[in-house]
């Protein structure tokens, strides 16, 4: 059973940065089509932006031009760059892998933006 580990979350003032890792447990990861998912508090979950093995990236427009999604295959490992963050953007972030009919959810991490 593949397993997702998430990091990176925390608390940052608007305008600020954070870098998400999620790092997979899988020796075929290059083929998982991985995301990042948010659920802010009242809200359902929300695609932010996904990335397929081969690098192809979609991003929801609420982030577009401010969060940059990456994947490192050597590494078992998904990025999320979250530049110019807003109030807006706080939620639980959640790292997801997708094989044809398989889908796994990592268990969240943080991300607060406040002054």
């Known amino acids: 059973q593949v397993q997702l580990v998430e990091s990176g979350g925390g608390l940052v003032q608007p305008g600020g940065s954070l870098r998400l890792s999620c790092a997979a447990s899988?020796?075929?990861?290059?083929?998982?089509?991985m995301g990042w998912y948010r659920q802010a508090p009242g809200e359902q979950r929300e695609l932010v932006a996904f990335?397929?093995?081969?690098?192809?990236?979609n991003y929801a427009d609420s982030v577009k031009g401010r969060f940059t999604i990456s994947r490192d295959n050597a590494k078992n490992t998904i990025y999320l760059q979250m530049n110019s963050l807003k109030f807006e953007d706080t939620a639980v972030y959640y790292c997801?892998?997708?094989?044809?009919?398989?889908?796994?959810w990592g268990q969240g991490t943080q991300v607060t933006v406040s002054s």
């Open positions: 997801n892998a997708n094989l044809r009919s398989l889908t796994i």
């Open positions: 899988t020796r075929i990861f290059s083929m998982y089509v």
């Open positions: 990335i397929t093995g081969g690098g192809t990236t």
